[in-house]
Protein backbone atom coordinates (compact mmCIF):
# COMPACT_ATOMS: atom_id res chain seq x y z
CA UNK A 1 0.00 0.00 0.00
CA UNK A 2 1.06 3.75 -0.79
CA UNK A 3 1.86 5.36 2.23
CA UNK A 4 1.69 9.57 2.63
CA UNK A 5 2.84 10.25 5.73
CA UNK A 6 2.57 14.30 6.79
CA UNK A 7 4.66 15.28 9.76
CA UNK A 8 1.97 16.63 12.03
CA UNK A 9 -1.98 16.13 12.50
CA UNK A 10 -2.33 19.33 14.52
CA UNK A 11 -0.38 22.27 14.49
CA UNK A 12 -0.79 25.99 16.20
CA UNK A 13 1.23 29.00 14.85
CA UNK A 14 1.59 32.71 15.26
CA UNK A 15 0.56 35.20 12.87
CA UNK A 16 3.61 36.01 10.94
CA UNK A 17 5.57 33.07 11.53
CA UNK A 18 7.60 30.83 9.18
CA UNK A 19 5.62 27.33 9.35
CA UNK A 20 6.63 24.16 7.49
CA UNK A 21 4.43 21.37 6.61
CA UNK A 22 6.42 18.16 5.40
CA UNK A 23 5.10 15.39 3.06
CA UNK A 24 6.74 12.14 2.68
CA UNK A 25 5.66 9.14 0.27
CA UNK A 26 7.32 5.92 0.48
CA UNK A 27 6.53 4.76 -3.60
CA UNK A 28 8.32 6.41 -5.31
CA UNK A 29 6.17 8.30 -7.16
CA UNK A 30 6.94 11.26 -9.17
CA UNK A 31 4.52 13.35 -8.80
CA UNK A 32 3.07 15.09 -5.89
CA UNK A 33 1.05 18.09 -4.91
CA UNK A 34 -0.27 20.31 -2.03
CA UNK A 35 -4.10 21.23 -1.40
CA UNK A 36 -5.64 23.16 1.27
CA UNK A 37 -9.53 21.95 1.97
CA UNK A 38 -11.86 23.99 3.79
CA UNK A 39 -15.63 24.05 4.37
CA UNK A 40 -17.94 24.29 1.61
CA UNK A 41 -15.33 24.10 -0.99
CA UNK A 42 -13.71 21.77 -2.83
CA UNK A 43 -9.74 20.94 -2.77
CA UNK A 44 -7.85 23.67 -3.71
CA UNK A 45 -4.00 23.00 -5.16
CA UNK A 46 -1.80 25.34 -4.08
CA UNK A 47 1.32 23.85 -5.64
CA UNK A 48 2.24 20.92 -7.47
CA UNK A 49 5.77 19.23 -8.75
CA UNK A 50 6.34 16.56 -11.39
CA UNK A 51 9.40 15.20 -10.04
CA UNK A 52 12.76 16.28 -7.58
CA UNK A 53 13.38 20.39 -8.14
CA UNK A 54 10.36 20.57 -9.94
CA UNK A 55 7.70 22.86 -9.11
CA UNK A 56 4.42 24.33 -10.25
CA UNK A 57 2.02 26.94 -8.96
CA UNK A 58 -1.47 25.70 -8.56
CA UNK A 59 -4.51 27.53 -8.40
CA UNK A 60 -3.94 29.44 -4.68
CA UNK A 61 -0.04 30.07 -4.62
CA UNK A 62 0.19 33.35 -3.37
CA UNK A 63 1.11 33.60 0.23
CA UNK A 64 3.37 29.49 0.31
CA UNK A 65 6.42 28.22 -1.33
CA UNK A 66 7.30 24.38 -1.52
CA UNK A 67 10.59 22.57 -1.94
CA UNK A 68 11.50 19.18 -3.61
CA UNK A 69 14.71 18.29 -2.65
CA UNK A 70 14.50 14.77 -2.93
CA UNK A 71 11.74 12.52 -4.99
CA UNK A 72 10.16 11.15 -1.53
CA UNK A 73 9.82 14.70 0.01
CA UNK A 74 7.77 17.92 -0.64
CA UNK A 75 7.76 20.53 1.68
CA UNK A 76 4.98 23.46 1.88
CA UNK A 77 6.31 26.78 3.10
CA UNK A 78 4.18 29.81 4.74
CA UNK A 79 6.82 32.34 4.25
CA UNK A 80 4.70 34.73 6.73
CA UNK A 81 1.65 33.10 8.32
CA UNK A 82 -1.39 34.98 8.55
CA UNK A 83 -4.87 33.49 9.52
CA UNK A 84 -6.92 33.11 6.15
CA UNK A 85 -4.05 30.31 5.93
CA UNK A 86 -6.07 28.54 8.63
CA UNK A 87 -7.35 25.54 7.18
CA UNK A 88 -6.53 21.53 6.86
CA UNK A 89 -3.59 20.66 4.37
CA UNK A 90 -3.35 17.45 2.31
CA UNK A 91 0.03 16.12 0.78
CA UNK A 92 -0.82 14.15 -2.06
CA UNK A 93 1.33 11.90 -4.52
CA UNK A 94 0.77 9.65 -7.45
CA UNK A 95 2.96 8.17 -10.39
CA UNK A 96 3.86 9.86 -13.65
CA UNK A 97 0.99 11.34 -15.92
CA UNK A 98 1.46 8.11 -18.18
CA UNK A 99 -1.70 6.62 -16.85
CA UNK A 100 -4.49 9.06 -16.78
CA UNK A 101 -6.47 6.38 -14.21
CA UNK A 102 -3.94 6.95 -12.19
CA UNK A 103 -5.58 7.86 -9.01
CA UNK A 104 -3.73 10.36 -6.30
CA UNK A 105 -3.10 8.98 -2.93
CA UNK A 106 -3.26 11.78 0.18
CA UNK A 107 -1.81 11.82 3.49
CA UNK A 108 -4.23 12.34 6.77
CA UNK A 109 -3.76 16.03 6.46
CA UNK A 110 -2.55 18.59 8.75
CA UNK A 111 -5.01 20.81 10.54
CA UNK A 112 -3.01 24.35 11.20
CA UNK A 113 -4.68 26.50 13.20
CA UNK A 114 -2.66 30.59 13.20
CA UNK A 115 -3.71 32.58 15.74
CA UNK B 1 -14.70 28.79 -15.78
CA UNK B 2 -14.93 24.80 -14.43
CA UNK B 3 -17.00 23.85 -12.16
CA UNK B 4 -18.26 20.85 -10.33
CA UNK B 5 -21.76 20.63 -8.39
CA UNK B 6 -22.74 18.37 -5.66
CA UNK B 7 -25.42 17.97 -3.50
CA UNK B 8 -23.90 19.07 0.46
CA UNK B 9 -25.60 16.66 2.60
CA UNK B 10 -27.66 13.59 1.52
CA UNK B 11 -29.37 11.28 4.53
CA UNK B 12 -29.85 8.02 3.48
CA UNK B 13 -30.93 4.49 5.95
CA UNK B 14 -28.85 1.32 6.89
CA UNK B 15 -29.69 -1.57 4.01
CA UNK B 16 -31.04 1.31 1.84
CA UNK B 17 -29.64 2.24 -1.63
CA UNK B 18 -28.40 6.09 -2.52
CA UNK B 19 -27.25 7.74 -5.52
CA UNK B 20 -24.78 11.26 -5.72
CA UNK B 21 -24.85 12.77 -8.44
CA UNK B 22 -21.87 15.35 -9.70
CA UNK B 23 -22.39 17.45 -12.97
CA UNK B 24 -19.49 19.15 -14.25
CA UNK B 25 -18.12 21.87 -16.54
CA UNK B 26 -14.73 21.43 -17.41
CA UNK B 27 -11.75 22.71 -20.10
CA UNK B 28 -11.48 19.29 -21.52
CA UNK B 29 -11.74 15.87 -19.84
CA UNK B 30 -9.70 13.17 -18.97
CA UNK B 31 -11.48 11.29 -16.61
CA UNK B 32 -13.47 11.43 -13.29
CA UNK B 33 -12.51 10.34 -10.40
CA UNK B 34 -14.51 9.05 -6.72
CA UNK B 35 -13.01 9.24 -3.83
CA UNK B 36 -13.90 8.67 -0.38
CA UNK B 37 -13.35 10.76 2.84
CA UNK B 38 -14.49 9.82 6.63
CA UNK B 39 -14.20 12.45 9.29
CA UNK B 40 -10.52 13.67 10.06
CA UNK B 41 -9.20 11.46 7.32
CA UNK B 42 -7.75 11.31 4.30
CA UNK B 43 -9.63 10.76 0.82
CA UNK B 44 -9.31 7.75 -0.58
CA UNK B 45 -9.73 6.46 -3.83
CA UNK B 46 -13.09 4.73 -4.92
CA UNK B 47 -13.60 4.79 -9.11
CA UNK B 48 -12.31 6.26 -11.98
CA UNK B 49 -14.58 6.28 -15.16
CA UNK B 50 -13.63 7.27 -18.42
CA UNK B 51 -15.79 6.43 -21.12
CA UNK B 52 -19.75 6.57 -20.71
CA UNK B 53 -21.21 3.63 -18.99
CA UNK B 54 -21.74 2.08 -14.94
CA UNK B 55 -18.35 0.39 -13.71
CA UNK B 56 -19.47 -1.87 -10.96
CA UNK B 57 -16.79 -2.66 -8.04
CA UNK B 58 -19.01 -4.55 -4.77
CA UNK B 59 -21.36 -2.50 -3.05
CA UNK B 60 -20.13 0.80 -5.04
CA UNK B 61 -20.89 1.58 -8.99
CA UNK B 62 -20.20 4.87 -10.73
CA UNK B 63 -21.45 6.15 -13.79
CA UNK B 64 -20.71 8.37 -16.42
CA UNK B 65 -22.04 10.58 -19.36
CA UNK B 66 -19.72 12.88 -20.83
CA UNK B 67 -22.25 14.21 -23.49
CA UNK B 68 -24.53 15.56 -20.44
CA UNK B 69 -21.32 16.12 -18.14
CA UNK B 70 -23.16 13.92 -15.49
CA UNK B 71 -21.80 10.82 -12.84
CA UNK B 72 -23.31 9.69 -9.94
CA UNK B 73 -21.96 7.23 -7.50
CA UNK B 74 -24.46 4.40 -6.33
CA UNK B 75 -23.97 2.83 -2.58
CA UNK B 76 -25.93 -0.49 -2.18
CA UNK B 77 -26.59 -2.17 0.92
CA UNK B 78 -25.77 0.65 2.86
CA UNK B 79 -23.69 0.39 6.12
CA UNK B 80 -22.85 2.62 8.71
CA UNK B 81 -19.34 2.77 7.78
CA UNK B 82 -20.31 4.27 4.86
CA UNK B 83 -20.78 7.57 6.30
CA UNK B 84 -18.14 9.80 5.26
CA UNK B 85 -17.83 12.67 2.50
CA UNK B 86 -18.03 11.56 -1.25
CA UNK B 87 -15.58 14.11 -3.41
CA UNK B 88 -16.02 13.74 -6.76
CA UNK B 89 -12.90 15.01 -9.48
CA UNK B 90 -12.81 15.89 -12.96
CA UNK B 91 -9.24 15.34 -14.62
CA UNK B 92 -9.24 18.38 -16.94
CA UNK B 93 -7.49 19.17 -20.69
CA UNK B 94 -4.23 20.11 -18.30
CA UNK B 95 -4.06 16.66 -16.47
CA UNK B 96 -5.26 18.58 -13.21
CA UNK B 97 -8.09 17.46 -10.94
CA UNK B 98 -10.67 19.84 -10.37
CA UNK B 99 -12.47 19.06 -7.09
CA UNK B 100 -16.36 19.08 -6.11
CA UNK B 101 -17.22 20.55 -2.91
CA UNK B 102 -18.47 17.01 -1.90
CA UNK B 103 -21.16 15.27 -0.47
CA UNK B 104 -21.46 14.23 3.25
CA UNK B 105 -23.59 10.85 3.77
CA UNK B 106 -24.94 10.54 6.83
CA UNK B 107 -26.67 7.09 7.51
CA UNK B 108 -28.95 6.34 10.30
CA UNK B 109 -29.53 2.83 11.97
Given at each position: ???????????????????F?????????????????D????L?????????????K?????G??????K??????I???????????????????????N??????????L??? | ???????????????A??Q????Y??????????????A????????????????????FS???????????????????K???????????????????A???????P
Amino acid sequence: DVKVTQSSRYLVKRTGEKVFLECVQDMDHENMFWYRQDPGLGLRLIYFSYDVKMKEKGDIPEGYSVSREKKERFSLILESASTNQTSMYLCASRPSTDGFNQPQHFGDGTRLSIL
Amino acid sequence: GQNIDQPTEMTATEGAIVQINCTYQTSGFNGLFWYQQHAGEAPTFLSYNVLDGLEEKGRFSSFLSRSKGYSYLLLKELQMKDSASYLCAVMDSNYQLIWGAGTKLIIKP
